[in-house]
T-cell receptor, first 116, second 114 residues
């Protein structure tokens, strides 16, 4: 089952930063936070993942709180093509055995709409 | 990067027939693949975990005789929807893991049963 909660929807002005929050208060010590997004009628696309340090790549930044109970995905300059449903998922990394399984369970996600 | 190819992208079939969906990892080997279904405006629901060379593990409430999964090689898993009915119409998505890329998802298969 999904172990994350996200707001159902958010709007963001084009060119501004989009900050998408995620709560994962029951996260285990070896579980990473993954972010994926799904554009309508396509498969989910990997964005970023992290354990406890903040991460940045060409797509986004991931800020994880010190207690690891929540995180924020930041799209620094949102474009219209960033309109999608964003999913926050917690699970162990590949290759790490887990008693709870290594599956990706999707929550309800946040539907982000970038407004011109 | 890691690419997962899913085929077909769309299929329409008659009620009572069976449909096979293929999921291929194109440039990497995947010992584990996942199969999901997604209804309109809903999130992805994990159906089963496909393990190469062994039986698939199904999530609670998913009928294994209805949704047959075969993972005969490290690059191919298939999902067969047997005796399809209109309520099986959905968007089916597979996912496979690669060492340096985490898990990559296919582009999905839109199944319509008429």
């Amino acid at each position: 089952d999904a172990k994350t909660t996200q707001p159902p929807s958010m709007d963001c002005a084009e060119g501004r930063a989009a900050n998408l929050p995620c709560n994962h208060s029951t996260i285990s010590g070896n579980e990473y936070v993954y972010w994926y997004r799904q554009i309508h009628s396509q498969g989910p696309q990997y964005i970023i993942h992290g354990l406890k340090n903040n991460e940045t790549n060409e797509m986004a930044s991931l800020i994880i709180t010190e207690d690891r109970k929540s995180s924020t995905l930041i799209l620094p300059h949102a474009t219209l093509r960033d309109t999608a449903v964003y999913y926050c998922i917690v699970r162990p990394p590949r290759g790490v055995r887990s008693t709870t399984g290594n599956q990706f369970y999707f929550g309800t996600g946040t539907s982000l709409t970038v407004i011109p | 990067g890691a690419v997962v190819s899913q085929h077909p992208s769309r299929v329409i079939c008659k009620s009572g027939t069976s449909v096979k969906i293929e999921c291929r990892s194109l440039d990497f080997q995947a010992t584990t693949m996942f199969w999901y279904r997604q209804f309109p405006k809903k999130s992805l629901m994990l159906m089963a975990t496909s393990n190469e060379g062994s039986k698939a593990t199904y999530e609670q409430g998913v009928e294994k005789d209805k949704f047959l999964i075969n993972h005969a090689s490290l690059t191919l898993s298939t999902l067969t929807v047997t005796s399809a009915h209109p309520e099986d119409s959905s968007f089916y998505i597979c996912s496979a893991g690669a060492a340096n890329y985490g898990y990559t998802f296919g582009s999905g298969t839109r199944l319509t049963v008429v």
